[in-house]
């Protein structure tokens, strides 16, 4: 466990062992009902796969576990993308394994009683060879209302964007595959679901890629999606954004869309693309950028608005020698409503002997009681240690706490127009604190000019004025629903 404070300081941090080979967190939830913290992981032995259903109060005492195991003969691989326990107590797990011949994805759900024992084990498989579920993410709710997303595979069809929801008696209340490509073989899957609330009418929000033409774009290929379903399964919007690759986070509270997503514009599709929509109808209130060849993992919105995103980036580490180690990191970021970024946190790492590797993720976010926050990951530490390479995996919960930077409302930021460099050549470039909505640059003459791409970092705009004469202009942008000016030269 770790405390960090409100600016993203690290206080204190526990470790939690982890006996077998290669765990990760796979789910975590806060179950408001029962005041119980879910903890699911996986691991692995030379002999078997494992899935570990943890229970623990607020305070982190633990309460109750479940291990559920497949052997490595009987199954190529399996993998848990969900864990929960309902208002009966009853304790739920989602996974999709792997046939002996590598064929095919099953989904499978298991269900434990309150007296421990194992009431239900079902799996679903495809129609035919080559058919299956390859699932993202699952949530189940309080209620027994399971919900699986990923990618749907039929032979002779390609793959589709999917998403399910099953009751408590595991009954399928509708499916949801869809192509922008017919019988494409394309990455088409949904990477994040969110269920806005418990009910039985809950809508429900999905992001993730579709291969085809987005908005905006001239050519087809992969690109991040963000929709809304009402609880039978009817499309209520769709949001499509090209320079997203792949929204990874969804998440609906206070009348807005959050999401997550992985960068379009490299090849590599590394750096974190951030996005928040309204969620009455999906159009666009801002987008914003991490770099640090970040991927996002997790998210959480909190009660004045701001949010957390949680995953892994690229960080260096001095070591004692004095040399410089890149390594992979925790990730943990805060963004203010407005998009300003608020903090981004740097995990403290204490070696006593060369490490020649480290990866660190969170997993997961969630929040619990009396502002307090949760979030749990894991990690991999390779070290030599006198000419012997050793390896430490490890998991662990984060308790973190509410400050200063998020109560309260936010104050608009005063808006100041910083043009540099000005004069200018190719690219203009400005900083404005507040978001910018739109823009406009004229000439002294009053004749509007045709504005190029604009890219925005954080509070940092560029836009492109290779096009423009030689001479002087005025950029005006719309900022705090008023608008703002600032002239420049063009040389």
């Not at 967190?25 to 913290?37: E, G, N, P």
């Not at 809508?203 to 050519?219: E, K, N, Q, S, W």
């Not at 807005?256 to 379009?264: D, E, P």
Request: glycine share 8%; net charge neutral.
């Amino acid at each position: 466990m770790a405390l960090i404070d409100s600016s993203g300081t690290t206080v204190h941090q526990i470790e939690l062992a982890v006996a077998d080979s290669n765990p990760k967190v796979v789910a975590f939830s806060i179950d408001t009902i029962t005041q119980h913290l879910c903890i699911t992981e996986q691991s692995e032995s030379n002999s078997a796969y494992y899935m570990h259903l943890k229970v623990f109060d607020y305070n982190l005492n633990y309460m109750d576990s479940l291990t559920w195991g497949v052997t490595k003969s009987s199954s190529l691989g399996i993998e848990v993308f969900g864990g929960g326990i309902d208002t009966a107590n009853n304790k739920f797990i989602v996974y999709r394994s792997k046939d002996m011949f590598d064929q095919m994805w099953n989904r499978s759900i298991c269900r434990k009683n309150a007296a421990g024992v194992i009431k239900n084990n079902i799996v679903k498989i495809g129609q035919a060879a080559n058919d299956g579920f390859y699932i993202n993410q699952v949530v189940i709710t309080p209620t027994g209302n399971i919900y699986i997303a990923g990618t749907r595979k039929e032979s002779l069809y390609g793959n589709f964007f999917y998403v399910e929801r099953l009751n408590a008696n595991f009954t399928t209340i509708f499916e949801v595959k869809d192509q922008l490509v017919l019988n494409s073989i394309d990455n088409n899957h949904v990477s994040s679901i969110h269920v806005t609330n418990a009910t039985a009418n809950s809508p429900v929000l999905v992001g993730g890629t579709l291969y085809g033409l987005a908005p905006g774009d001239t050519m087809v290929r992969c690109h991040g999606v963000i929709r809304t379903y009402t609880s039978n399964g009817v499309l209520k919007w769709n949001f499509q954004n090209y320079e997203v690759r792949d929204y990874k986070l969804v998440k609906n509270r206070f009348s807005h869309v959050y999401a997550a997503g992985t960068n379009n514009k490299v090849p590599s599709g590394l750096d974190t693309k951030i996005t928040r929509l309204h969620s009455k109808d999906g159009t666009l209130d801002w987008n914003r950028y991490y770099e640090n060849k970040s991927i996002p993992i997790c998210l959480e919105v909190e009660a004045d608005k701001s949010f957390l995103i949680g995953g892994e980036k690229q960080s260096k580490l001095t070591l004692p020698s004095g040399a410089i180690l890149k390594v992979r990191s925790y990730m943990l970021i805060r963004y203010s409503k407005t998009g300003k970024r608020l903090y981004d946190y740097e995990h403290a790492w204490e070696v006593s002997n060369e490490p020649t590797s480290i990866q660190a993720a969170i997993s997961d976010i969630a929040t619990g009681y009396n502002q307090f926050y949760y979030a749990a990951g894991s990690s991999r530490v390779i070290q030599n240690n006198s000419g012997v390479i050793a390896t430490f995996d490890s998991t662990s919960v984060i308790q973190f706490t509410n400050g200063s930077l998020r109560t309260g409302d936010e104050i608009p930021a005063e808006v100041s127009l910083n043009i540099r460099p000005n004069p200018a050549k190719g690219s203009l470039l400005f900083t404005c604190e507040s978001q910018v909505t739109d823009l406009i640059i004229y000439s002294m003459a009053g004749q509007i000019m045709k504005t190029e791409s604009i890219d925005q970092d954080g509070i940092t705009y560029t836009c492109n004025i290779g096009h423009l004469s030689p001479g002087t202009y005025v950029l005006r942008v719309m900022a705090n629903k008023t608008w703002h000016t600032s002239k420049f030269v063009k040389e």
